[in-house]
């Protein structure tokens, strides 16, 4: 297993575009997280997902944020209409669910995104 | 609500020991966390604690948690030049849905 991989790593967008990203969580992972990360601060909660459920959404999350975890394995992350404070990196985690997400998720390298 | 606080820097030199404080203020949080975050890297996991332990010991690293204060830290002992990056700590919430994390420490290391 390689762990939570990510892509792209970057990616440069016009504001107003629309993203997707992906992320490939450890194979027997069955919750996975979406964490957005600004310069000098920690990362902040956006979504999780249970299987292919998603289980909660923080208010960071507007309407124009959608994630889907169609299968239960891999996610994706689409940001509609790109603005300029959504530059940031986008960090995916994945854990087993119950006591093992006590045990702390285990992180990908993330998608640093940069709106222009 | 959920809140962690860290200070921002932190300068050790080589080979003493580092000293990493945080602050959190849910009563209820289950497990604590220490995250390290290298330049360009995602974070990784270092050390957990759980909320009915005092203390924890992992080769260099050693985990304190006063819960009446609601304070942990994380003392690196014969800090290295490897040890130059940013130290998340996190909580988790009961219900274990979510972890959230403080602001970071960033530690660097003087000769």
């Known amino acids: 297993d390689t762990g939570v991989s990510q892509d792209p790593r970057h990616k440069i967008t016009k504001r107003g575009q629309n993203v997707t990203f992906r992320c490939d969580p450890i194979s027997e992972h069955n919750r996975l997280y979406w964490y957005r990360q600004t310069l000098g601060q920690g990362p902040e909660f956006l979504t999780y997902f249970q299987n292919e459920a998603q289980l909660e959404k923080s208010r960071l999350l507007s309407d124009r944020f959608s994630a889907e975890r169609p299968k239960g394995s891999f996610s994706t992350l689409e940001i509609q209409r790109t603005e300029q404070g959504d530059s940031a990196m986008y960090l995916c985690?994945?854990?087993?669910?119950?006591?093992?997400?006590?045990?702390?998720?285990?992180f990908g390298s993330g998608t640093r995104l940069t709106v222009v | 609500g959920e809140d962690v606080e860290q200070s921002l820097f932190l300068s050790v030199r080589e080979g003493d020991s580092s000293v990493i404080n945080c602050t959190y203020t849910d009563s209820s949080s289950t497990y604590l966390y220490w995250y390290k975050q290298e330049p360009g890297a995602g974070l990784q996991l270092l050390t957990y604690i759980f909320s009915n332990m005092d203390m924890k010991q992992d080769q260099r690293l050693t985990v304190l948690l006063n819960k009446k204060d609601k304070h942990l830290s994380l003392r690196i002992a014969d800090t290295q030049t490897g040890d130059s990056a940013i130290y998340f700590c996190a909580e988790s919430t009961p219900s274990a849905s979510k972890i959230i994390f403080g602001s970071g420490t960033r530690l660097s290391i003087r000769p």
């Open positions: 985690a994945s854990s087993l669910g119950g006591q093992g997400a006590n045990y702390g998720y285990t």
